[in-house]
């Protein structure tokens, strides 16, 4: 089993800047895929950003150029520092992981971000 905790949402003003951290726990090899996915109210859960154990990032159009995705795999810790933040970025964001040896999809319980025009 993998158990994910993700920190740092809250609320900010527009054109602020929040930073999320997710860190992954268990038993398993490593970690193959990292992703911070988003769902805003009555809205599709969408992918916003992914990073693969290699460090090629992939963003979403909405979020390129504001969001970068990083991560440490010797502590199994994804971060997604957003800047420039906009009211259309107000979703809960949940952090996403697949795992290697075993195989693990895991989903983080998800946090809040509140973007205020």
């Known amino acids: 089993q993998v158990q994910l905790v993700e920190s740092g949402g809250g609320l900010v003003q527009a054109g602020g800047s929040l930073r999320l951290s997710c860190v992954a726990s268990g038993t398993f090899f490593s970690i193959n895929f990292m992703a911070w996915y988003r769902q805003a109210p009555g809205k599709q859960r969408e992918l916003v950003a992914h990073i693969l154990s290699s460090g090629f990032a992939s963003y979403a159009d909405s979020v390129k150029g504001r969001f970068t995705i990083s991560r440490v795999s010797a502590n199994n810790t994804v971060y997604l520092e957003m800047n420039g933040l906009k009211p259309d970025d107000t979703a809960v964001y949940y952090c996403?992981?697949?795992?290697?040896?075993?195989?693990?999809?895991?989903w983080g319980q998800g946090t809040q971000v509140t973007v205020s025009a």
């Open positions: 996403n992981v697949v795992t290697i040896r075993p195989i693990y999809h895991a």
